[in-house]
């Protein structure tokens, strides 16, 4: 029903284009616009690490072959990608957690997997079925949280 939804653009000079200049200004953009308070801070998250042993690690290497991703519901067959997509793929499943790749693999790999994808249990699953495993873990990150103006920001 397009309720509450929001296009939104900065245009900056260039000279004016550096990260702290552009957090500054989205932040009173949300703050004039919107009436959003905006605090950045350092947090204990939980997130996942993509992890792998030596023996899969050589299993799941390219052979080499161009680069093709074919998917389905039901699953993913993806041929020398790099394992920035892997993370994209499975974060497309689970959008609000976090995933980071600690598998130290540098080259491209090709695999399939046969999941219900939208179904993180089950592509969690089938991924460790083909030596890739997905762990919880903790960690200190930078995280940013809105608040609107009427709430307490502590």
């Known amino acids: 029903k397009c309720k509450n939804l929001f296009d939104y653009s900065l245009i900056l000079p260039v000279k004016a284009a550096s990260a702290y200049y552009l957090q500054q200004a989205m932040r009173n953009d949300l703050k004039n616009y919107f ?42 067959s993806l041929q020398n990608i790099s394992m920035k997509e892997v993370i994209a793929l499975i974060h497309s499943v689970s959008q609000w957690e976090i995933f980071v790749d600690k598998t130290g693999i540098q080259k491209n790999i090709d695999l399939h997997i046969d999941a219900i994808m939208t179904d993180f249990n089950d592509v969690r699953k089938a991924l460790a079925g083909k030596g890739l495993f997905l762990e919880k873990a903790r960690k200190k990150i930078k995280t940013i949280t809105i608040y609107d103006s009427k709430s307490q920001i502590h």
Do not use: H, M, N, P
Not at 52 to 76: D, M, N, P, Q
């Open 35 to 76: 009436g959003y308070r905006v605090k950045v801070a350092w947090r204990q998250t939980d997130y996942w690490k993509l992890v792998t042993t030596r023996k899969w690690r050589k299993k799941l290497i390219s052979k080499g072959a161009s680069a093709r991703e074919t998917f389905t519901y039901a699953g993913v």
